[in-house]
């Protein structure tokens, strides 16, 4: 499975922003994918989660009712809708995929994109 993320840029606070992670190779075997960040000098945290079907979201309580998670099916896609962003948001934005697993965990996901920078200025 391969992971690849878009979207990414430099924004002022209060700006939206739409990340998109495809997927290609063998995505039948996925169960759960999920957004990660890492800023400067700090772990890798959760943003959302969603199952691959689509049927069950999660969020992290630093973004919800900011941000959304979603999935094109005839895309496959999963995307990042970033609503009303702070500086406190400026991390690499990371796409991930689990065969077994949808959650909050990172170490439980199997496959990892690259990566793509989101930066908030105040």
């Known amino acids: 499975v391969q992971l690849v993320e878009s979207g990414g840029g430099l924004v002022q606070a209060g700006d939206s922003l739409r990340l998109s992670c495809a997927a290609s190779g063998f995505i039948f075997s996925i169960n759960g994918m999920g957004w990660f960040r890492q800023a400067p000098g700090k772990e890798r945290e959760f943003v959302a989660a969603?199952?691959?079907?689509?049927?069950?979201?999660l969020y992290a309580d630093s973004v919800k009712g900011r941000f959304t998670i979603s999935r094109d099916n005839a895309k496959r896609t999963v995307n990042l809708q970033m609503n009303s962003l702070k500086p406190e948001d400026t991390a690499v934005y990371y796409c991930?995929?689990?065969?077994?697993?949808?959650?909050?965990?990172?170490?439980?996901?199997?496959?990892w994109g690259q990566g793509t920078q989101v930066t908030v200025s105040s």
């Open positions: 969603i199952t691959w079907r689509g049927d069950s979201t």
């Open positions: 991930a995929a689990g065969r077994t697993y949808y959650g909050s965990h990172p170490t439980n996901y199997n496959y």
